[in-house]
Nanobody
Framework: QVQLVESGGGLVQAGGSLRLSCAAS????????MGWYRQAPGKQRELVAV???????NYADSVKGRFTISRDNAKNTVYLQMNSLKPEDTAVYYC??????????????????WGQGTQVTVSS
């Protein structure tokens, strides 16, 4: 079984910073991409940032210049450095991954694996 475990959420004042981490564990063969999504109360889940295996990144317009996504391939971990946080960044942040895991019978691709989420609250 493979799972994603997030950490690093919390309460911060506007203008502050937080760093989220997401570690993938289990029988992992390779990771194609890892990313962060967020969901605010009453709103749909939205993409925040994603990083592919070749380190190509993509950001939501609302976080460009403030958030930075990075990954440590040796640790199967993705990070989200969030600076200049705004109250509108308040949401539950979810880690997502497209990866290949190994089983007794071979390899299986998990296209859409999710973590449990971590709360980020930015006070004004």
């Amino acid at each position: 079984q493979v799972q994603l475990v997030e950490s690093g959420g919390g309460l911060v004042q506007a203008g502050g910073s937080l760093r989220l981490s997401c570690a993938a564990s289990g029988r992992i063969f390779s990771i194609n991409s890892m990313g962060w999504y967020r969901q605010a109360p009453g709103k749909q889940r939205e993409l925040v940032a994603v990083i592919a295996s070749g380190a190509t990144t993509n950001y939501a317009d609302s976080v460009k210049g403030r958030f930075t996504i990075s990954r440590d391939n040796a640790k199967n971990t993705v990070y989200l450095q969030m600076n200049s946080l705004k109250p509108e960044d308040t949401a539950v942040y979810y880690c997502n991954s497209d990866l290949i895991r190994t089983t007794t019978y071979g390899k299986i691709r998990e296209y859409d694996l999710w973590g449990q989420g971590t709360q980020v609250t930015v006070s004004s």
